[in-house]
Structure formats: structure tokens, C-alpha cells
């Protein structure tokens, strides 16, 4: 199985800050990595797939970078409902895997 | 718009069975793979199984495998999960989620439904 290292696993910011979620995969997945939003009690919402695209309807502060094994989520400008639990999920290969997930919460 | 709303969610002793449903809306519900995944109380995501579109591939993760079986009806727009065999740390709340793309990933998820495992 194909894991997924996530970091940090939480992080205190300000509005209006630019923050950065890293995801680390054990081994090549092509490119094939998504990022998922999780508010408290709802489920998660598809942000970012293929590494770097963004999904319909998601604002343009939210974009994705990286290739090989090392992928990154970045927030370029916090906003109060951005503050939320960030995952990153490899789809190159079953079983699907997350990464443990990154808290975001204000400071 | 794309809808999915998951039931059949419940209480149940250790080595008891449940079967969930996800009934989908807003697309050619057969033209898609479907997923169930899970969270733990406080934990974290966990894929759990997918089913093709004609519903004649399926996949499991190991810690399902063989005590859960995926399985949807077309006709009806409707996924399942049997779950058989269920223990203490099978209690989560269950998504489905539609698979987009190729390969596929999770695109639009469900509410979800909380299944307890507990004597």
C-alpha cells in the first residue's frame, strides 16, 4: 500500500495569512493526488485533483503543486471558513490511501 | 446537481450485520464507479471499497476484505454495503462518494451515516 505522510497534522494561522500543507507519498503516484476540505460534522469537499487542478466552484486562493512524491496545498489568503481539517488522498493505486490530515485553526 | 444521501446506519453488537444504502440522484448513475469510505470517531479518512459502473469490478481494503461486500443496482440509482462480522473498530461514519476521472478519485461525497458497533 502506498502511504501518505502529511505535515503538519495541525496549524495555527491569522486570517489573511498564506499557509502551506505539505503530503509526502511512499512511493510514485503519478501525479494522480487530490486534496480534501472537512468542516466540523460535515463531509469532506474535493478542492484540488491531479495534483495541481482546481475543481469547479473552488476559489482561486486555493492551489496545488508538486510531481513525483512530494505535493503541496497552499492558502494564499486565509479567510474565516478556510479554517477547517485539510487531507490529501493518493488515487494512483487501490487501496486508496489519506494522509492523516492537517487541522487548520486560527490563532 | 449531484445528491447522494447514505441509511441504514446503526447500533450493533460485535459480529452482528448491517446493510447501508446510498441512494444517488443528479447523474447516469450507472456511467460512474462508486466508493464507500469511512471516518472514526475523531479519526481520520479510511477508503473502504469501490464497485465499477456495470458493477462487475470490485476492490477492497484488507481490513474489510472478505466481511463486507459492495454491490449496486443500477436500475434504482442505489449503492450497498453489507457488512457482516462487525467489530468494535468498523464504528464510523460511512460515506459514498462518486468516483470521477481515470483513474478515478472521490469527486462529490455523501452526508453520511454512523454506524456503531457496541454491546
Known amino acids: 500500500d502506498i502511504q501518505m505522510t502529511q505535515s503538519p497534522s495541525s496549524l495555527s494561522a491569522s486570517v489573511g495569512d498564506r499557509v502551506t500543507i505539505t503530503c509526502r507519498a511512499s512511493q510514485g503516484i503519478n501525479n494522480y493526488l487530490a486534496w480534501f476540505q472537512q468542516k466540523p460534522g460535515k463531509a469532506p469537499t474535493s478542492l484540488i485533483y491531479?495534483?495541481?487542478s482546481l475543481q469547479s466552484g473552488v476559489p482561486s486562493k486555493f492551489s496545488g503543486s508538486g510531481s513525483g512524491t512530494d505535493f503541496t496545498l497552499t492558502i494564499s489568503s486565509l479567510e474565516p471558513e478556510d479554517f477547517a481539517t485539510y487531507y490529501c488522498?493518493?488515487?494512483?493505486?487501490?487501496?486508496?490511501?489519506f494522509g492523516q490530515g492537517t487541522k487548520l485553526e486560527i490563532k | 446537481e449531484v445528491q447522494l444521501l447514505e441509511s441504514g446506519g446503526g447500533l450493533v453488537q460485535p459480529g452482528g450485520s448491517l446493510r447501508l444504502s446510498c441512494a444517488a440522484s443528479?447523474?447516469?448513475?450507472?456511467?460512474?464507479?462508486m466508493s464507500w469510505l469511512r471516518q472514526a470517531p475523531g479519526k481520520g479518512l479510511e477508503w473502504v471499497s469501490v464497485i465499477s459502473g456495470s458493477g462487475d469490478v470490485t476492490s477492497y481494503a484488507d481490513s474489510v476484505k472478505g466481511r463486507f461486500t459492495i454491490s449496486r443496482d443500477n436500475s434504482k440509482s442505489a449503492l450497498f454495503l453489507q457488512m457482516n462480522s462487525l467489530r468494535a473498530d468498523d464504528t464510523a461514519v460511512y460515506y459514498c462518494?462518486?468516483?470521477?476521472?481515470?483513474?478515478?478519485?472521490?469527486?462529490?461525497w455523501g452526508h453520511g451515516t454512523l454506524v456503531t458497533v457496541s454491546s
Open positions: 443528479g447523474f447516469t448513475f450507472g456511467s460512474y464507479a
Open positions: 488522498q493518493q488515487y494512483n493505486s487501490y487501496p486508496r490511501t
Open positions: 462518494a462518486k468516483q470521477v476521472g481515470s483513474p478515478g478519485f472521490e469527486h462529490c
Open positions: 491531479a495534483a495541481s
